[in-house]
């Protein structure tokens, strides 16, 4: 493609997100629309946050597990906040074979229900409790909105925990504790900073007694959910008996918790990253983390691409993923291309000058079109040959730490606060990011903002910077600090 023609995210950052998904191998589009097929290249990436997240689930005494797909039409009618809130996506099946079913089955669009229904058997005595299990699964949503990879489509893979408490205060802690894990992952893994904070009360989760949730800017000033836990407290137990004695003999319902992130974070790890010249993954979680381009003439081949297998088996000492780009038919220009736009964090060139003086060349992935004029980045760096297996890991770290400090500083920049409706109005108006103001908790004036502007209450955040007396749209008393944003 020329340069003139090229799909840039400053550009189109709607179009360039579904040209690079494909581009980069991160997914394809299923016959079935909404859905798509996870690529390699994306699921390894998935796999990265399975095992980060495993460790965190287990020091919390979490337990991996796996429920039915399906689930009976009365089981996931039993709660009935619930089912209301889901009942325009669930897909049924009504047919087994060529026999109609006496009793539809639900795909589930979430596993509250079939959960519950065996928890009611687990839980007997306060000693059955805490009682933790999480699944990593596949949930079907029937969408009818335009679907984007990752972001929003009928079928996504995510991680639920649903876990059952003897008292409300630990429940409370379970919900407070998850919350800060996905803080801890967002950020130290995905390098994407995040808001944590509480949901108003008419966008809860559907039975909850109360929904936390982060929050991600994305440089296009619109806000994505990263993940979300909620107290359910015993709407659900109350429903579905899951009952103990307590130390008085005495039969008490659980005090419940669930909570969940899916796929859709990768969509915010590409839109968050990304360039115009593709992908930029941060080192923690690239499947590809270093990527090895040998540049030779004929006469100098052998000696270049031993060499460039010697470095890779170091590196792989070092547990990296390392590749070695060993295509005959392509020019090294296009294999640098190449691995930039699927954000490999660092290339290594090796050519008859690096093998003559014993040395590498190692070049960040380049961040030209992200931040002007610092030409330290795509900067080419010669590393002798004995400090490759320091230097690699420490420049990696950096560029980890890097890529957070550019989106957390991104983060400030598209972060007002208004005092007045006027003030609001001209931040909400650009759409550049989140406005923080005051609120006086009726629902009608978060609506009267989303007819108005498409900017709607995000989150009422844990951290506010101040504190406002009056609500933005009518003046009436604030309850409540909030953050309105435009939001995918
Ligand atoms: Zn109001």
């Known amino acids: 493609m020329s340069k ?23 997914a394809d589009y299923s016959p079935v629309g909404g859905c798509i097929v996870m690529l390699p290249y994306a699921t390894k990436i998935w796999e990265y ?9 287990k020091k919390r005494s979490v337990e991996n597990t796996n429920y039915p797909l399906l689930i009976p039409q009365s089981l996931l009618e039993k709660e009935q906040e619930h ?56 949930v079907l949503r029937w969408e009818q909105t335009v679907t984007k990879p990752f972001i929003r489509g009928k079928e996504f ?12 205060k630990e429940a409370q802690t379970e919900v407070k504790e998850a919350l800060n894990d996905y803080v801890d992952m967002c950020e130290n893994l995905l390098a994407i900073p995040v808001i944590p904070g509480k949901k108003p009360d008419h966008d809860k989760f559907p039975g909850a007694d109360y929904t936390t949730a982060i929050e991600a800017m994305m440089p296009d000033g619109k806000s994505l959910q990263m993940g979300t836990s909620h107290l ?21 319902f659980a005090y419940q918790t669930s909570y969940g992130f899916s796929t859709r974070i990768l969509g915010g790890l590409i839109l968050a990253h990304g360039d115009d010249d593709g992908l930029i993954i941060p080192p923690k ?90 030409p330290d980045l795509g900067k080419k760096e010669i590393i002798p040959d004995k400090d490759v297996e320091k230097q690699i890991p420490k420049m990696l770290d950096e560029i980890q730490n890097e ?38 908790g009726d629902e009608k004036c978060d609506e009267e903002i989303k007819e108005k502007t498409a900017a709607r209450i995000v989150l009422i955040p844990n951290n506010p910077k101040q504190k406002y007396a009056k609500c933005i749209v009518y003046g009436k008393p604030s309850k409540e600090t909030v953050l309105f944003s435009r939001k995918y």
């Open 4 to 26: 003139k023609n090229k799909i840039t995210k400053t550009g189109n950052m709607s179009q360039w997100y579904s040209y690079i998904i494909q581009q980069a191998e991160m």
């Open 49 to 57: 946050i399975h095992q980060y997240h495993n460790i965190n689930l």
């Open 83 to 138: 089912i209301a809130g889901f009942s325009a996506e669930v897909a049924w099946v009504t047919k087994g074979g060529n026999e109609e079913l006496s009793e539809k089955l639900a795909i589930r669009p979430t596993s509250e229900t079939i959960m519950y229904h065996f928890f009611a058997k687990f839980i007997q005595s306060y000693t059955d409790m805490p009682l933790k299990h999480n699944q990593w699964c596949n």
């Open 157 to 168: 893979w995510w991680t639920e925990t649903h876990t059952c408490h003897a008292s409300k």
């Open 232 to 252: 359910l407290g015993q709407h659900f137990s109350k429903m579905f008996d899951i009952a103990f004695q307590d130390k008085n003999e005495k039969k008490q």
């Open 285 to 374: 979680i690239a499947p590809i983390p270093v990527a090895i381009v040998p540049v030779y003439k004929t006469e100098s081949k052998n000696k270049v691409v031993s060499k460039a297998k010697k470095i890779k088996e170091s590196l792989e000492k070092l547990n990296l993923d390392v590749v070695i780009d060993l295509d005959e038919d392509k020019s090294p220009g296009y294999k640098f291309s190449k691995w930039e736009q699927k954000g490999v964090p660092l290339r290594i060139e090796i050519g008859g000058q690096e093998v003559e003086n014993n040395s590498i060349c190692a070049v960040r992935r380049n961040w030209k079109t992200r931040i002007k004029n610092n």
């Open 403 to 440: 890529l957070f400090d550019f989106a957390k500083k991104d983060l400030e920049k598209r972060y007002s606060i208004a005092k007045t409706r006027e003030g609001f109005d001209s931040i909400i108006k650009e759409g550049n990011g989140y406005c923080e103001t005051g609120w006086c």
